[in-house]
């Protein structure tokens, strides 16, 4: 019963996420990882703890904890396409596109036809190089001539 109660928690979050309530979201997942911790279990639940790392940096929370949270999943369930997405959304949340990429890409190795992914990755890569190249895509002269070509392509 208590696992039971465990997947409501998680599937009550999902449809928070998918209603953009992430604050509420993360709750519910915190609910389903402590229910496991309360009961021991032994293996417990990786998508648990991946979704409420990434429910917390959707509520505004510490984008940090959230991508340890999500990497500390991923490694124990490192096959799972679904962890992929969640570290990559969370590493886009904390502006590490580089990051993002690299994880969805690892993601898509798993499985090829994850269309979150693909589409993911596929709106990555869509970035144009920086206007000045030799400065970095966060200089603020960068910045605003990316800003300013992309006004003038729309």
């Not at 928690?9 to 990882?33: N, Q, T, Y």
């Not at 993002?100 to 709106?123: I, M």
Request: with cysteine.
């Amino acid at each position: 019963m208590p696992l039971q109660d465990a997947e409501q928690f998680f599937r009550r979050g999902v449809a928070c996420l998918a209603d953009d309530r992430a604050a509420e979201a993360a709750r519910h997942f915190l609910s389903s990882i402590q229910l496991e911790r309360e009961h021991g279990v032994r293996r417990p639940e990786m998508r648990y703890l991946s979704y409420f790392g990434l429910s917390l940096a959707l509520a505004g929370g510490s984008v940090e904890e959230a991508v340890r949270t999500c990497r500390t999943a991923l490694a124990q369930q490192p096959r799972n396409p679904d962890l992929h997405l969640n570290l990559a959304r969370v590493h886009l949340l904390a502006g590490d596109a580089v990051s993002a990429l690299k994880t969805g890409t690892e993601g898509l190795v798993v499985d090829p036809e994850h269309r979150e992914l693909r589409s993911l990755v596929e709106a990555v890569e869509r970035r144009r190089r920086p206007a000045l190249r030799f400065l970095t895509r966060n200089h603020p002269v960068n910045r605003v001539l990316g800003r300013l070509r992309a006004s003038l392509q729309a």
